[in-house]
Structure formats: structure tokens, C-alpha cells
């Protein structure tokens, strides 16, 4: 979303108190008008990243803590997909 924003094809429509970008659904579907996005249900997107294999029990951690805070606000997710990055580091990504 950086580099899409880079680009200029996104800009954040708000910031948290700590600087991170939040987007609204509607600016997410002006990227690209093919995507179907279906508006029954939203989901959250929580990620986790360690910079090295030897910390998968570090992952693990951080996946579990990210699971019970979703949990305790009510936002809906989906059971754990993961990708590895070529870039180095283990990746845990939750949609």
C-alpha cells in the first residue's frame, strides 16, 4: 500500500495517533474498478513479521497475541494463511 501510494495510485484517508495509515473501502476499490469486493461482511488484516527462521517461536507468539486482540474487539477473521518473503524473515499474514 506504501509504494501504491508512492505511485499515487492511494492515499490514506486518515492516520492514527502513531502515524499509521488507515484506508476507507471505497478508496481501496478506486485502485482498480475490476476487483469485486463484496460488501457482506468486512474482514481484518493482521500481520506478523521475525527476521529470521531461527525466531518461528517468536512468530507463533506474536500470531496468538494478534489472534486474541482481534477476538477481544470483535473483528472478524479468518483461519491463518501464511507467505514467506524472499526478502528474508518468516511472514504470518491474517486476512
Not at 59 to 88: D, M, N
Request: hydrophobic share 30%; net charge positive.
Amino acid at each position: 500500500m506504501r509504494n501504491w501510494e508512492k505511485k499515487g495510485l492511494l492515499k490514506p484517508d486518515n492516520y492514527t495517533k502513531g502515524g499509521e495509515r488507515r484506508y476507507k473501502l471505497e478508496s481501496l476499490k478506486n485502485i482498480n474498478k475490476n476487483i469485486v469486493f463484496h460488501n457482506d461482511s468486512r474482514k481484518t488484516i493482521a500481520y506478523t513479521r521475525v527476521s529470521s527462521a531461527d525466531q518461528k517461536e517468536d512468530l507463533i507468539r506474536q500470531v496468538q497475541v494478534l489472534e486474541l486482540y482481534c477476538s477481544k474487539l470483535g473483528f472478524k477473521t479468518l483461519r491463518q494463511k501464511s507467505h514467506s518473503s524472499l526478502a528474508g524473515g518468516m511472514n504470518a499474514l491474517y486476512p
